[in-house]
Nanobody, 123 residues
Framework: DVQLVESGGDSVQAGGTLRLSCATA????????MAWFRQAPGREREGAAG???????IYAESVKGRFIISKDNAKNTLYLEMNNLKPEDTAMYYC??????????????????WGQGTQVTVS
């Protein structure tokens, strides 16, 4: 059974830092296209950061220079380090997994497995 479980969401003040984690079961982060998405109330889900099997990364313009996506292949865990957080970063954050050996992407249609999300609130 494939599962993606996010954690690390919290309420923080603007300028603060958070690190999200996505633990996977039955799924290898080493070979897969992985990404973080977010969805604010009343808005569509949008891609924040993506990483591929070779370590290539892609970021949305709104988070570039502030967020860092990474993965620990041994722990089968995906991370999102979020720095200099802004109120507009407030959203539910989701981990997603796509096909193996595919280039990095942050398009929702390129991912097939989703976690339940973790809430980030910035005030």
């Amino acid at each position: 059974d494939v599962q993606l479980v996010e954690s690390g969401g919290d309420s923080v003040q603007a300028g603060g830092t958070l690190r999200l984690s996505c633990a996977t079961a039955g799924y290898s982060v080493r070979s897969r296209r992985m990404a973080w998405f977010r969805q604010a109330p009343g808005r569509e889900r949008e891609g924040a950061a993506g990483i591929d099997s070779g370590g290539g990364t892609i970021y949305a313009e709104s988070v570039k220079g502030r967020f860092i996506i990474s993965k620990d292949n041994a722990k089968n865990t995906l991370y999102l380090e979020m720095n200099n957080l802004k109120p507009e970063d407030t959203a539910m954050y989701y981990c997603a997994a796509g096909p193996a050996w595919a280039r990095c992407s942050i398009a929702t249609t390129d991912f097939e497995i989703w976690g339940q999300g973790t809430q980030v609130t910035v005030s």
